[in-house]
């Protein structure tokens, strides 16, 4: 069982910036395949980011390409996600997951088998 715990949302003005962070308690977090979905008042929660295993790999919806970095520090079993020019937009619910390796898809919400209990981010125009 992998409990995850989010942390760094907050309220930040347009074209301002936010890191959040997700800290795992498993000991296998390495091998699990991570991401993070929003969900906005009334919308279905969406796909923001994943991150392979190891890292080498990262994958972003397009409507966050290029603002947002998703990274990952194994040895402190925590994934983080940059948040640069934030828009009004942004505004929603952030969740972490994990995934074991394997899956044919990761860009869904039941590839996930554990979530964090998310993290308010609040972008104001």
């Known amino acids: 069982q992998v409990q995850l715990v989010e942390s760094g949302g907050g309220l930040v003005q347009a074209g301002g910036s936010l890191r959040l962070s997700c800290a795992a308690s498993e000991r296998t977090f390495s091998s699990y395949v991570l991401g993070w979905f929003r969900q906005a008042p009334g919308r279905v929660r969406e796909f923001v980011a994943r991150i392979s295993w190891s890292g080498g790999n990262t994958y972003y919806a397009d409507t966050v390409k290029g603002r947002f970095a998703i990274s990952r520090d194994n040895a402190k079993n925590t994934v983080y996600l940059q948040m640069n020019s934030l828009k009004p937009e942004d505004t929603a619910v952030y969740y972490c997951?994990?995934?074991?390796?394997?899956?044919?898809?990761?860009?869904?919400?039941?590839?996930?088998?554990?979530w964090g209990q998310g993290t308010q981010v609040t972008v104001s125009s």
């Open positions: 997951a994990a995934a074991p390796r394997g899956r044919s898809t990761y860009y869904y919400t039941y590839a996930y088998d554990y």
